[in-house]
């Protein structure tokens, strides 16, 4: 796997970006500049915006006014190419194992030592023939990782990566994600889990109501949150 | 489907016509079965009208009048051969159907 260098997109500069649907305001004036390598957790109770707010950074959906630039540049196809995203629910292609691999190598250079690589890393390669629709959860979302992580991705966001995962393969996925943040990708992580959000994030964005409302460091955050929102949320009481 | 993997492909940048093929491959044995029941249809639908007005004298006949008739005339080997190639017929199309069936669920899982 080729090591890239840190995190060439950073910085990430969002400007007053609002995201509406039919009047309804779902993200409303965010703002934030992020220029720190590792993983950044993205906090939130459910229906505070967290996946679209992934989703506009990938350039999936537009704006309905604002910005967002990845080292200086304004969002488009050739960076979204650099990026990869891993959907809450995976994505995975009816086709076996293998194949799902094959379809996002670059049809010049791939080869099956390569694929049977990322199969490997991701510890799937035993199943690699299998239909990847009779996987289990957590291979399912494994294998989705590894797709993603096959077209070498120099920022990788997540979505929620283990929802619904128990504690076993909680941990795989959570190794994974160290091990390619220590290779330099930047990892942009949404999660609910705040214990996985301890675990992992070097920096902390919490969002609620579709407002960003916190950008610290991951201790400042857990420690000292500024906002009664992600205090009672830390608290595990129930915000609305 | 197209709506579930479009934000997918859309994310890796896959080009239009590797979506589409992809679309069609990964559809292909829905695509296959839906072909071959219309096709099942269509026999049976135009089965049904031969077998009653299929049968001129002279100018066409009918497998399974073309049996009826060789029995009564007692050309039972000729009847029987008829019979046995329409049976075949019958049987390899739906052995193939369901064959498809199976095979598409065991790989797709569609
Ligand atoms: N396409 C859409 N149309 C209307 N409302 C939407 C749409 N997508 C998301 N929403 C709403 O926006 C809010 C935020 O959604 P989401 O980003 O999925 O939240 P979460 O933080 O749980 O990931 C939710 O209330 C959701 O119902
Ligand atoms: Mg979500």
Same mark, same amino acid.
């Given at each position: 796997?080729?090591?890239?260098?840190?995190?060439?997109?950073?910085?990430?500069?969002?400007?007053?970006?609002?995201?509406?649907?039919?009047?309804?305001?779902?993200?409303?004036?965010?703002?934030?500049?992020?220029?720190?390598?590792?993983?950044?957790?993205?906090?939130?109770?459910?229906?505070?915006?967290?996946?679209?707010?992934?989703?506009?950074?990938?350039?999936?959906?537009?704006?309905?006014?604002?910005?967002?630039?990845?080292?200086?540049?304004?969002?488009?196809?050739?960076?979204?190419?650099?990026?990869?995203?891993?959907?809450?629910?995976?994505?995975?292609?009816?086709?076996?194992?293998?194949?799902?691999?094959?379809?996002?190598?670059?049809?010049?250079?791939?080869?099956?030592?390569?694929?049977?690589?990322?199969?490997?890393?991701?510890?799937?390669?035993?199943?690699?023939?299998?239909?990847?629709?009779?996987?289990?959860?957590?291979?399912?979302?494994?294998?989705?990782?590894?797709?993603?992580?096959?077209?070498?991705?120099?920022?990788?966001?997540?979505?929620?990566?283990?929802?619904?995962?128990?504690?076993?393969?909680?941990?795989?996925?959570?190794?994974?994600?160290?091990?390619?943040?220590?290779?330099?990708?930047?990892?942009?992580?949404?999660?609910?889990?705040?214990?996985?959000?301890?675990?992992?994030?070097?920096?902390?964005?919490?969002?609620?109501?579709?407002?960003?409302?916190?950008?610290?460091?991951?201790?400042?955050?857990?420690?000292?949150?500024?906002?009664?929102?992600?205090?009672?949320?830390?608290?595990?009481?129930?915000?609305? | 489907?197209?709506?579930?993997?479009?934000?997918?492909?859309?994310?890796?940048?896959?080009?239009?016509?590797?979506?589409?093929?992809?679309?069609?491959?990964?559809?292909?044995?829905?695509?296959?079965?839906?072909?071959?029941?219309?096709?099942?249809?269509?026999?049976?639908?135009?089965?049904?009208?031969?077998?009653?007005?299929?049968?001129?004298?002279?100018?066409?006949? *009918?497998?399974?009048?073309?049996? /009826? &008739?060789?029995? @009564?005339?007692?050309? %039972?080997?000729? #009847?029987?051969?008829?019979?046995?190639?329409?049976?075949?017929?019958?049987?390899? *199309?739906?052995?193939?159907?369901? /064959? &498809?069936?199976? @095979?598409?669920?065991? %790989?797709?899982? #569609?």
């Amino acid at each position: 796997m080729s090591s890239k260098t840190a995190a060439s997109l950073l910085p990430l500069e969002v400007d007053a970006l609002c995201y509406r649907v039919e009047r309804e305001d779902l993200l409303k004036d965010i703002s934030v500049t992020v220029d720190s390598a590792g993983i950044t957790g993205i906090l939130g109770p459910n229906g505070a915006g967290k996946s679209l707010f992934l989703r506009l950074l990938h350039g999936l959906l537009e704006p309905v006014s604002g910005e967002i630039r990845w080292h200086h540049q304004r969002l488009d196809k050739t960076i979204r190419r650099r990026q990869a995203l891993v959907f809450q629910k995976p994505v995975l292609m009816r086709r076996s194992v293998a194949a799902n691999i094959d379809f996002v190598l670059n049809p010049g250079t791939r080869s099956r030592q390569r694929r049977d690589e990322v199969l490997q890393h991701a510890g799937l390669y035993r199943q690699r023939s299998q239909p990847a629709r009779l996987l289990s959860g957590g291979e399912q979302q494994r294998l989705a990782l590894a797709r993603a992580l096959a077209t070498e991705p120099e920022v990788l966001l997540l979505d929620e990566p283990c929802a619904s995962l128990d504690s076993a393969t909680t941990l795989q996925i959570e190794n994974l994600l160290q091990e390619t943040s220590a290779r330099g990708v930047k990892i942009v992580l949404v999660t609910h889990d705040i214990g996985q959000a301890r675990r992992l994030a070097d920096d902390v964005i919490f969002m609620h109501g579709g407002r960003l409302l916190e950008y610290q460091t991951a201790s400042t955050f857990f420690d000292s949150p500024s906002s009664s929102q992600a205090r009672a949320y830390l608290d595990g009481k129930i915000v609305i | 489907m197209h709506r579930e993997y479009d934000e997918q492909f859309r994310s890796f940048c896959i080009p239009t016509h590797r979506v589409i093929g992809a679309l069609i491959w990964d559809s292909r044995y829905s695509l296959l079965t839906v072909t071959l029941a219309g096709f099942g249809r269509a026999i049976a639908e135009v089965g049904a009208v031969i077998i009653v007005g299929g049968n001129i004298d002279h100018l066409t006949r *009918v497998m399974t009048t073309a049996i /009826a &008739l060789e029995t @009564s005339k007692g050309n %039972l080997a000729l #009847a029987l051969a008829l019979g046995f190639i329409l049976l075949i017929l019958a049987l390899s *199309v739906n052995a193939a159907v369901y /064959a &498809l069936r199976a @095979s598409a669920r065991r %790989l797709s899982y #569609a």
